[in-house]
């Protein structure tokens, strides 16, 4: 069974800083894309970052470029989000995702197949 389980959420002060961590069951992986999404009370489920496993492009969302770094590492099987710089607007749960790599937007919902139970990001000031 495919398993993604993320770890690392907590509550964080404005400003502060976060590590967010997947761990992945599936060495198929390896062909696919690993994106993280997040979704506020209340709100859409909503993409933030990808990377594709086999050559570490990377992909943001407008929101979180120049503060989030995405990243990824083989031996471990595990995809990072790095977040710098919180401000209340990233309060959410972070949900870990896998999909196939193929062409077209690497920010929909709809292209990935796995998703992991979430992790709550709580950004207070």
């Known amino acids: 069974q495919v398993q993604l389980v993320e770890s690392g959420g907590g509550l964080v002060q404005t400003g502060g800083s976060l590590r967010l961590s997947c761990a992945t069951s599936?060495?198929?992986?390896?062909?696919?894309?690993m994106g993280w999404f997040r979704q506020a009370p209340g709100k859409a489920r909503e993409f933030v970052a990808a990377?594709?496993?086999?050559?570490?492009?990377?992909y943001y969302a407008d929101s979180v470029k120049g503060r989030f770094t995405i990243s990824r590492d083989n031996a471990k099987n595990t995809v990072y989000l790095q977040m710098n710089s919180l401000n209340d607007g990233d309060t959410a749960v972070y949900y870990c995702?896998?999909?196939?790599?193929?062409?077209?937007?690497?920010?929909?919902?709809?292209?990935?197949?796995?998703w992991g139970q979430g992790t709550q990001v709580t950004v207070s000031s």
């Open positions: 599936e060495r198929t992986f390896s062909t696919f894309i």
């Open positions: 990377i594709a496993w086999s050559d570490g492009s990377t």
């Open positions: 995702t896998a999909g196939p790599r193929r062409g077209g937007s690497w920010a929909g919902t709809g292209r990935y197949d796995h």
